[in-house]
C-alpha cells in the first residue's frame, strides 16, 4: 500500500514528519510539570513507548532505516528548526512554573507565556 497508493503514502510521510519533530526531552519537561510526580512520569513513560513503537511500525512499512530517509532536506530544516523551538520550549516550561506559584489571578507571567505558546506554534507549523 505504502509504494502503490499515494494516499497512503502521504498519510505515513506527514506521520514521519511529525514524528521526526516530537522531542521526547521536550516532551520529559513538560510532563514533569504535573503535580504528581509520579503520575506525570508514568504518562510520560506511556507517551515514549507508543511514540517508539510508532515510528518502528511507520519504519517497517515505509522500508525505510530511518524517519525522512526519503527526505533529507525536510530533515535538516526539522533540525535546524530544532535550533530555535528548543529554548523556547524551555523557557515555556520555565514560565508555566512560575506561573504556577503565583497566588494572584494577575501573574506578570501570563503574558509571556502566551507569547511563547504563539512563538512555539508558529515554529512547528502543521503540527503546532
Known amino acids: 500500500m505504502y509504494r502503490e497508493w ?3 503514502r502521504t498519510l505515513l510521510d506527514n506521520a514521519q514528519m511529525a514524528l521526526a519533530k516530537t522531542d521526547m526531552s521536550i516532551a520529559r519537561e513538560y510532563a514533569a510539570l504535573c503535580v504528581d510526580a509520579a503520575v506525570g512520569a508514568q504518562i510520560y513513560d506511556v507517551i515514549r513507548e507508543e511514540y517508539g513503537r510508532c515510528i518502528q511500525q511507520i519504519l517497517n512499512v515505509a522500508d525505510t532505516p530511518s524517519l525522512l ?8 530544516s526539522l533540525s535546524q528548526r530544532n535550533n530555535f523551538l528548543d529554548p523556547l520550549n524551555q ?11 503565583e497566588d494572584s489571578g494577575d501573574s506578570p507571567w501570563l503574558q ?9 506554534a508558529a515554529g512547528m507549523r502543521n503540527t503546532g
Open 6 to 8: 499515494p494516499f497512503f
Open 91 to 101: 523557557i515555556q516550561v520555565s514560565l508555566l512554573r512560575k506561573l504556577r506559584q
Open 69 to 76: 530517509r526519503e527526505t533529507p532536506a525536510l530533515a535538516d
Open 112 to 120: 509571556p507565556l502566551l507569547r511563547s505558546i504563539n512563538a512555539i
